[in-house]
């Protein structure tokens, strides 16, 4: 299992024999044709389902137009597929719960994201500058004793 090594040259000839032998990724794909990513943003979890289609969008049975109203959500819920080139392609079936709009319209994009990779490994290339594979860590801060929130303070008064 362990080789020595001698010189340099062996050592790149140890990296190209590891290359080669990494095996391709394949697509993970139920029987009905779909793949599955987990999205999560502040306190949203979104189940995304992506199969090949006509690139319709559903989030928890409603179409995305009519569940989120902002235009900047759906732009933002988009970007996964508009840099893989596959806006027309694939059809997504989403639920969400919890946190408010941005928050699950965040949630969708990131699960949008993971599904794509599921359905076509190849996808993680065009998935890594927008960093879309990465989950977000902010979420809100907890109250503090003392404190009126998380930071603020309360109104200060001389006498």
């Not at 979890?45 to 409603?62: C, D």
């Not at 719960?97 to 993971?114: D, M």
């Not at 076509?120 to 902010?138: H, I, N, Q, S």
Request: glycine content about 10%; hydrophobic content about 40%; some cysteine.
């Amino acid at each position: 299992m362990v080789e020595t090594v001698g010189s340099l040259d062996s050592i790149k000839d140890l990296n190209v024999k590891a290359a080669a032998a990494k095996a391709p990724a394949v697509a993970k794909v139920d029987k009905l044709g779909r793949s599955y990513g987990t999205g999560r943003r502040k306190t949203a979890t979104a189940r995304v389902w992506v199969k090949r289609g006509t690139g319709k969008i559903t989030v928890n049975g409603k179409a995305i137009e009519e569940y989120f109203a902002r235009p900047v959500l759906r732009l933002m819920i988009r970007q996964p597929l508009e840099a893989a080139k596959r806006e027309t392609e694939v059809d997504i079936v989403c639920t969400v719960k919890g946190s408010g709009h941005t928050g699950q319209a965040g949630a969708v994009r990131h699960g949008i994201a993971r599904a794509l990779v599921e359905f076509e490994p190849d996808l993680r290339v065009a998935m890594r500058p927008g960093k879309f594979l990465t989950r977000d860590p902010r979420a809100v801060e907890r109250k503090k004793y003392g404190k009126a929130g998380a930071r603020r303070s309360f109104q200060f008064s001389k006498r």
